[in-house]
Every structure is written in structure tokens, then in C-alpha cells.
């Protein structure tokens, strides 16, 4: 009798955790191609909106947006992320990057870091070409750490980015590519 | 129940919670929408 009750009970607890990650892997899938990310999964190429093409904008209105649109060239695939603007230039974190877990989540980082950096960003439903490079050690990070702090509450440091904890990118311009 | 006729249960669950969300439209939006909700409430408490 108690062998058939915990027969059951890890029955149930089995489908408990098997049709909610069905159903989350599904979603994933179905999101995979969307043109930009919903809140939770990734999407894909990044195809509506204005492409920017005049002169180096004044990026303090990023300063009223809270996340954008962020699609790498290579893998063709996006995701919502938070934006930093400091000194003119604007930038994006990626945390929990000093673990395995933290960067097979932050998968995107890791691209980023070893691959060509080539992206399109999406802002206000306008796309900008941009390339991401990696800041290890500026005196311009105090300013995007403020920022970070002040506009999303969070618990950014610098000791972290020259960890490795959290690795920053900048937004640059793609001169010469 | 035997595990052969749970299994095949819970391969046919899954897959029509596949298929429901592939095809229904809407449906993932509102799952994630549900998601969002059910996170942020519990994140706040």
C-alpha cells in the first residue's frame, strides 16, 4: 500500500516538472524566429523598424528606456536587455558571468566576447548597427555603474566586472567594418 | 498505474501541451503573461 502511494506521488511529481518544461521548451521553439525577444525567450532576427543611418545620436534618451532590443549577428538571435548610457556612449551587462551556470545562460555574452560582436539594437522601434566590445578596465566604468545603479537598482560593482562576475559591453559605433 | 500506461499518459500530455501551444494562437502569450504575473507577485512577497 505505501509502495503504490509513493508510486503515485512520484508519478505526479514527475509530470509536475516534465509538462512545464515541455511546454517551456515549446515556447522557446515557437519564439525562436520572431522578429525580437518576448520578455522571457529569445527571438529572432531583429527585421522591423527604421535602420538608423545619420550621425552618432544623443543616446541620453536611452535614459527613459528601460530594456531594448539586442540581436547579435552571428547566431541571428535576440533578447531583451537593460541599457546603459554614460559619457555619450551607451552600454550593456551581462551578470553572473564568473559561473558555468551563469554563462551557459548568458550565452549571448560569450558569443559576443568570442565572436565578431556585430549587432543590431533595437530602441524605441528603431535599429541600430552597433559592435560590442568588451570594457575590462576603464575609468569610464564609474559612470556606467552609477547609471546601472540609479536607473535599475542594481548591485553592480567594479571589483565584479574585474572579476569577471559581470562583463560589460560597450555599444560601439561599427567603424570600419 | 503501471509505468508503461503512465508514460504513454504523460507522452500524450506533453504532446498535446505542445501542440496546443504551437497551433492555439495566443496561447503562449498568455502563458507567459500568466508566468510574468505569478513571478512578480511571488518576487514581491
Redesign the interface.
Request: no cysteine.
Given at each position: 500500500m505505501a509502495r503504490k502511494f509513493l508510486?503515485?506521488i512520484v508519478?505526479l511529481l514527475?509530470?509536475l516538472v516534465?509538462?512545464p518544461a515541455?511546454?517551456l521548451a515549446?515556447?522557446s521553439f515557437?519564439?525562436r524566429n520572431n522578429d525580437g525577444p518576448?520578455?522571457?525567450?529569445p527571438g529572432g532576427e531583429l527585421v522591423s523598424g527604421e535602420l538608423y543611418l545619420g550621425p552618432e545620436p544623443d543616446w541620453s534618451f536611452t535614459d527613459d528606456v528601460g530594456t531594448v532590443h539586442l540581436q547579435l549577428d552571428d547566431p541571428l538571435s535576440s533578447r531583451l536587455i537593460w541599457i546603459e548610457e554614460s559619457d555619450g556612449k551607451i552600454y550593456i551587462t551581462s551578470d553572473y558571468m564568473g559561473t558555468w551556470l551563469g554563462r551557459l545562460w548568458k550565452k549571448w555574452a560569450v558569443q559576443a566576447h568570442e565572436g565578431d560582436g556585430l549587432a543590431v539594437v533595437r530602441i524605441n522601434g528603431v535599429r541600430y548597427e552597433r559592435k560590442l566590445e568588451r570594457v575590462f578596465y576603464s575609468p569610464l566604468l564609474d559612470g556606467v555603474i552609477e547609471k546601472k545603479i540609479a536607473k535599475y537598482r542594481s548591485r553592480i560593482t567594479r571589483e565584479a566586472i574585474e572579476s569577471g562576475e559581470t562583463w560589460v559591453f560597450e555599444l560601439a559605433p561599427r567603424t570600419g567594418v | 498505474m503501471k509505468t508503461k500506461t503512465y508514460l504513454a499518459l504523460l507522452i500524450s500530455i506533453s504532446l498535446l501541451v505542445s501542440l496546443a501551444i504551437l497551433f492555439i494562437p495566443g496561447l503562449a502569450e498568455s502563458i507567459e503573461t500568466w508566468m510574468l504575473g505569478f513571478l512578480s507577485r511571488n518576487a514581491a512577497a
Open positions: 508510486t503515485v508519478q514527475i509530470a516534465t509538462i515541455v511546454a515549446t515556447m515557437e519564439n518576448s520578455i522571457i525567450f | -
